[in-house]
């Protein structure tokens, strides 16, 4: 199947500093990503839509101005977790569509933040 | 989406099949039945995923009821690899991609 690569694996930062993530897709173009965040012994919960060439859509109760979406190009996207506190410490993981209609979503492989 | 009731847990005997139902009684007709797993601390592998007919792949089985309101998943020869939360999602086909994950079915594969 498609690859759906994530950047980094896992990240360590203090809090009060800004985190970036990217996501890309590999062997495909991705007009459409999307994010999600997995806390410990939770399911996975969609923060956003990212849409290229747009402005991303959030889901209810996610915080725009904190988690920032840019999808700049077919096969990037990237999200920036800004002022992070240990509260935002989670699983964050990034999808990516291959074409329409009745076609699966492919997940990376997901980046571990921990906020110290 | 029509919302989807898995069991919460499974345990099978390396080596069988595993088979993974799947409620999903209020499905309407243009939507579809994915599996997706999650080995712990790893994104989501997609599976398989079918709208009316069976589907078999090199990774498993889909089995969908002629009513379409269930479906199982079966894994035919379970390894320890395959240890995993097994997500049951029903989408429309014209859903722009969005997927709601439930709680799954943690299946553990005992050798």
């Known amino acids: 199947g498609a690859v759906v690569s994530q950047h980094p694996s896992r990240v360590i930062c203090k809090s009060g500093t800004s985190v970036k993530i990217e996501c890309r897709s590999l062997?495909?173009?991705?007009?459409?990503m999307f994010w999600y965040r997995q806390f410990p012994k939770q399911s996975l919960m969609l923060m956003a839509t990212?849409?290229?060439?747009?402005?991303?859509?959030?889901e209810q109760g996610v915080e725009k101005d904190k988690f920032l979406i840019n999808h700049a190009s077919l096969t990037l996207s990237t999200l920036t977790v800004t002022s992070a506190h240990p509260e935002d410490s989670s699983f964050y993981i990034c999808?990516?569509?291959?074409?329409?209609?009745?076609?699966?979503?492919?997940f990376g492989q997901g980046t571990r933040l921990t906020v110290v | 989406d029509a919302k989807t009731t898995q069991p919460p847990s499974m345990d099978c005997a390396e080596g069988r099949a595993a088979n993974l139902p799947c409620n999903h009684s209020t499905i309407s007709g243009n939507e579809y039945v994915y599996w997706y797993r999650q080995i712990h601390s790893q994104g989501p592998q997609y599976i398989i995923h079918?709208?009316?007919n069976n589907e078999t792949n090199e990774m498993a089985s889909l089995i969908i009821t002629e009513d379409r309101k269930s479906s199982t998943l079966i894994l035919p020869h379970a390894t320890l690899r395959d240890t995993a939360v097994y997500y049951c999602i029903v989408r429309a086909g014209s859903n722009d991609y969005k997927l709601s994950f439930g709680a799954g079915t943690t299946v553990t594969v005992r050798a």
């Open positions: 990212s849409n290229e060439g747009s402005k991303a859509t959030y």
């Open positions: 999808s990516a569509r291959q074409g329409s209609g009745g076609t699966e979503a492919f």
């Open positions: 079918g709208l009316k």
């Open positions: 062997d495909f173009q991705a007009t459409t």
